[in-house]
């Protein structure tokens, strides 16, 4: 029997919760499709600031190398928020992207059916929704150098530096072109050109890679306008390419579409090597360890952790179609709650997906 190596990393906050969901499912799924999971839980984020005083100890990033794929629920906590940067959970993530070379972050938003009417945005606008964020995320602004916070003649100036090197570019552009040409071959890649330099080689570099890849359509877009085109026609976008920070806006104003960030999986890939699952939603601090958590963006990520990290399809389109059932049974969590919808807390939750996976 297969036995694949998961590194999980609960993390913070409704991090734990979920995960004990997303564990419950896989294990199952994995017994009904003949293959084992074999997991190393390591703490990151603020629960390693706890155990060992870092946010990414050496020992966790060891052990995600050395594995087949890695699922991370949340990191984030306010107790941090006064720490220096470099002992933030935050920083422990993005160390953890770049010591895993993750480059490329796929954020895909699907209207659920079931789920329409959470969106705050209205039915014929949303419905039919199906769009791909392939965001940077080892490069940019979130990385780029001098960055600092200097006091002179009486002011303080804090700086970060938005940069990208032409071959940074180009490797993200193929993810993306790679992509599009297997879904409706559109790609549209979202800069701010008019303004920035860093921007401008942007869209020289995705125009020259684009010769690579004929069949797709391409588009550019300015960021500001882009945001927009969200909300007011959101249908226009197949995959949406774009930077470290404009990704980490565009992807959770998409997620809102479909009416829940709790909704939303992704996953975080490199040249080689595990790649990295996690929800697209954060660690929820205000709710944690209340039992009122939504875990499908974390088992949806599982379920994309069986697919494209593990090619276990069959198992990952089970897990999916749990999700669906369950949520098609008129069943919720909090974030979602509708008229006439049954509100499940987090564990009762991942009993209902149990059900509906082994029904
Ligand atoms: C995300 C998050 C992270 C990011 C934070 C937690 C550092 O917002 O994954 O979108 O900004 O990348
Ligand atoms: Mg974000």
Redesign the pocket.
Known sequence: MTTHRITLLPGDGIGPEITAVARLLLDAVAARHGFSLAYDERPVGAAAIDATGVPLPESTLEACRASDAVLLAA??DPRCDSLPRELR??SG??ALRAGLGLFA?LRPVRIIPALIEASSLKREVIEDVDLLVVRE?IGGV?FGTPKGRVEAEGRVRAFNTMAYFDDEIDRIARVGFRLARERKGRLCSVDKANVLDVSQLWRDRVEAIHAEFPEVELSHMYVDNAAMQLVRAPRQFDVLLTS?LFG?IL??EAAMLTGSIGMLP?ASLGADGPGLF?P?H?SAPDIAGQDRANPMAMVLSAAMLLRVGLQQDAAAAELEASVDRVLAAGFRTGDLAAEGATVLGCDAMGQKLLEALEA
Do not use: A, F, K, R
């Open positions: 990191i984030g959970p935050e993530l993005l972050n995320l979130y470290n980490d992807s959770d992704s996690e697209v954060g």
